[in-house]
């Protein structure tokens, strides 16, 4: 079975200061993963997906940054937090263009 | 404006009951999925869809793409049922586009 695992669960941070949040899925090979941001109460914006190690392509940028380092891992980072990157963060996977699961996803306050 | 959505934006239901969430696309939709949030944020995966109809359980989905419209339909809804419902559409390869989501309480 696949299980895809977040970290961290939650991060309290000051602007400015640089941001890593992971995720990692198992049992399952060359998925495509996604990165979605959702503010309090909103909807889910999809920020970044990639179909291969080492390609990701932007959808929104919102001033952060993503990588595939490894066929199962997916980063969002920043070096520089605003207030506007507050939020619940969820990363996704799927086969193809095909259903997609999501992982518990990273609490994000920024103060 | 939206480009994904959802009707109604809340809604409180007797257990037992039943009742129709829609989902209402400006864009052309491919595939649609429809999701479960539940109150600590993780969402779980209801239905994938090309147009036509699910059945899983008490919910069922249909697609109609020539409309571009969506609906999920809830029969004797229980307590688990509440969260929030989110539809999203793919219209562009590796693209989704997420609706506004229906907060539903089921109350007992």
Redesign the interface.
């Known amino acids: 079975a696949q299980t895809i695992h977040q970290w961290p669960v939650a991060e309290i941070k000051a602007v400015g200061s640089p941001l890593s949040l992971g995720c990692t899925i198992k049992g399952k090979s060359s998925p495509n993963l996604y990165w979605y941001w959702q503010a309090t109460g909103g909807t889910l914006q999809q920020l970044f997906y990639s179909i291969t190690v080492g390609q990701v392509e932007s959808v929104v940028q919102l001033n952060l940054s993503a990588s595939r380092p490894k066929d199962d891992q997916f980063i969002l980072s920043t070096e520089k937090l605003l207030l506007s990157h507050s939020g619940f963060y969820l990363c996704a996977w799927s086969q193809g263009t095909g259903q997609l699961y999501f992982g518990e996803g990273s609490k994000l306050t920024v103060l | 404006g939206d480009k994904v959505k959802q009707s109604p934006s809340a809604l409180s239901l007797q257990e037992g009951t039943n009742s129709a969430l829609r989902c209402n696309f400006s864009i052309a939709a491919t595939?649609v999925?429809w999701?479960l949030q539940n109150p600590?944020?993780?969402?779980?995966?209801l239905f994938?869809l090309v147009p036509g109809t699910k059945e899983n359980g008490r919910l069922k989905s249909a697609f109609d793409s020539k409309e571009s419209y969506s609906t999920l339909h809830i029969r004797d809804a229980q307590l688990e049922d509440s969260g929030t419902y989110?539809c999203?559409a793919?219209n562009m390869?590796?693209?989704?586009?997420?609706?506004?989501?229906t907060s539903l309480l089921v109350d007992p």
């Open positions: 595939t999925q999701f600590r944020g993780s969402l779980m995966n994938y989110f999203a793919e390869g590796y693209k989704l586009t997420f609706g506004t989501g």
